[in-house]
């Protein structure tokens, strides 16, 4: 009898272990597709295959003696004279706010250099001064971004950077 009861029980609860199995498999097999081809739903993923060909588009990019970092390195060799001008700009700006300050420091009959004043500031008043005005202007222009940029490409697109980055 309690066999009877035993094979009652299997048969009834036999169709929901079935549909369990059944929808733990459907799970399985769409969390693998979705990490193979990847899901358009949040959170948004490529998948193995796609992020697997990305990579190899930008190992075939970033390979040395390709076109693309040929290209690369005669941008960055037509832009050199643009970063030494843009560094020298800063570097003179640099120098003369040094120079008139020192030269400002010094009084001639109890005179000041106006001129100095007017170009370096006056902490006193808070006047920052035309230099840093410049400086400031220099700063906050596309020249800097560009500047950066440029530095940027230099430092990981070249030299030994780009060979390890590339292998």
């Given at each position: 009898?309690s066999?009877?009861?035993?094979?009652?029980?299997?048969?009834?609860?036999?169709?929901?272990?079935?549909?369990?199995m059944?929808?733990?498999?459907?799970?399985?097999?769409?969390?693998?597709?979705?990490?193979?081809?990847?899901?358009?739903q949040?959170?948004?993923?490529?998948?193995?295959?796609?992020?697997?060909?990305?990579?190899?588009?930008?190992?075939?990019?970033?390979?040395?003696?390709?076109?693309?970092?040929?290209?690369?390195?005669?941008?960055?060799?037509?832009?050199?004279?643009?970063?030494?001008?843009?560094?020298?700009?800063?570097?003179?700006?640099?120098?003369?706010?040094?120079?008139?300050?020192?030269?400002?420091?010094?009084?001639?009959?109890?005179?000041?250099?106006?001129?100095?004043?007017?170009?370096?500031g006056?902490?006193?008043?808070?006047?920052?001064?035309?230099?840093?005005?410049?400086?400031?202007?220099?700063?906050?222009?596309?020249?800097?971004?560009?500047?950066?940029?440029?530095?940027?490409?230099?430092?990981?697109?070249?030299?030994?950077?780009?060979?390890?980055i590339?292998?």
């Open positions: 009898s066999i009877l009861v035993a094979s009652l029980v299997a048969f009834t609860s036999s169709g929901d272990v079935n549909a369990g059944n929808d733990m498999m459907c799970y399985v097999l769409a969390q693998t597709d979705e990490m193979l081809t990847g899901s358009p949040a959170p948004q993923f490529l998948g193995a295959d796609e992020a697997i060909n990305r990579i190899a588009m930008l190992m075939r990019l970033l390979d040395v003696d390709g076109r693309t970092m040929t290209d690369v390195r005669a941008i960055l060799d037509e832009t050199a004279g643009f970063s030494n001008a843009y560094d020298m700009l800063l570097a003179r700006i640099d120098h003369m706010r040094r120079v008139l300050t020192l030269v400002g420091q010094q009084k001639v009959n109890e005179h000041i250099c106006w001129f100095c004043q007017r170009a370096v006056n902490n006193a008043t808070g006047e920052l001064g035309l230099l840093n005005e410049l400086t400031l202007t220099l700063q906050q222009s596309s020249a800097t971004a560009m500047r950066s940029i440029q530095e940027a490409a230099v430092s990981t697109l070249t030299g030994r950077s780009l060979v390890e590339s292998t």
